[in-house]
């Protein structure tokens, strides 16, 4: 299927834990993204890559650590986590340069306990 | 100010009428203007988007732009209960390679 996947689905952990999420999209896009969706539905750019090199970090607590090993991929590694990163984690990507839609991943919900 | 505004709703609309989801941004220099829908429990879908002052039609759907007032409208003729969601209006900055989002509208469709 041609599409944006991302894993795991579902993510239940405790306070403190560090976990990752993994994106790929098969799009041949050049520009990937996290954005974080908390429980009033706002939809907030955390980070956006494009062809591997980082163009877009919003304020995001330095736990936050994006990995691109190549264009087709984004992950995102959490540290220490707290409950306020419980959230839906969304990743999109997109053709470079500004105007162009982005598609997005079928997300992960993050429940932090 | 937030950068991109909407009315959170819910916005309920019988059957058949058309629903008016509203949007005004802050950025004068935005160029791209996008609506994506998105329904309980998934990931937004672009429905409609817009460069140009004036109207652009997709079937039962219109986005209306007015640079000038910085205003985007997306219209939905002949609602059908499969277009209730959340419809997130987005905006690229001028100032950077990005789109911000608005919190959304939720629009419920009553048969």
């Known amino acids: 299927d041609t599409a944006v996947s991302q894993t795991p689905k579902y993510l239940v952990t405790q306070m403190g834990n560090d976990k990752s999420i993994k994106c790929e999209q098969n799009?041949?896009?050049?520009?990937m993204y996290w954005y974080k969706q908390d429980s009033k539905k706002f939809l907030k750019i955390m980070f956006s890559?494009?062809?591997?090199?980082?163009?877009i970090n919003e304020t995001v607590p330095n736990r936050f650590s994006p990995k691109s090993p190549d264009k087709a991929h984004l992950n995102l590694h959490i540290n220490s986590l707290e409950l306020g990163d419980s959230a839906v984690y969304f990743c999109?990507?997109?053709?470079?340069?500004?105007?162009?839609?982005?598609?997005f991943g079928p997300g992960t919900r993050l429940t932090v306990l | 100010q937030k950068e991109v505004e909407q009315n959170s709703g819910p916005l309920s609309v019988p059957e058949g009428a058309i629903a008016s989801l509203n949007c005004t941004y802050s950025d004068r220099g935005s160029q791209s203007f996008f609506w994506y829908r998105q329904y309980s429990g998934k990931s937004p879908e672009l429905i409609m988007f817009?460069?140009?002052?004036g109207d652009k039609e997709d079937g039962r759907f219109t986005a209306q732009l007015n640079k000038a007032s910085q205003y985007v409208s997306l219209l939905i003729r002949d609602s059908q209960p499969s277009d209730s969601a959340t419809y997130l209006c987005?905006?690229?900055?001028?100032?950077?390679?990005?789109?911000?989002f608005g919190s959304g509208t939720r629009l419920s469709i009553r048969p």
């Open positions: 890559y494009n062809n591997k090199e980082l163009i």
């Open positions: 987005a905006v690229s900055l001028s100032s950077a390679s990005k789109i911000i």
């Open positions: 999109a990507s997109s053709l470079a340069g500004e105007g162009n839609e982005q598609f």
């Open positions: 817009i460069y140009s002052n």
């Open positions: 799009l041949g896009h050049d520009t």
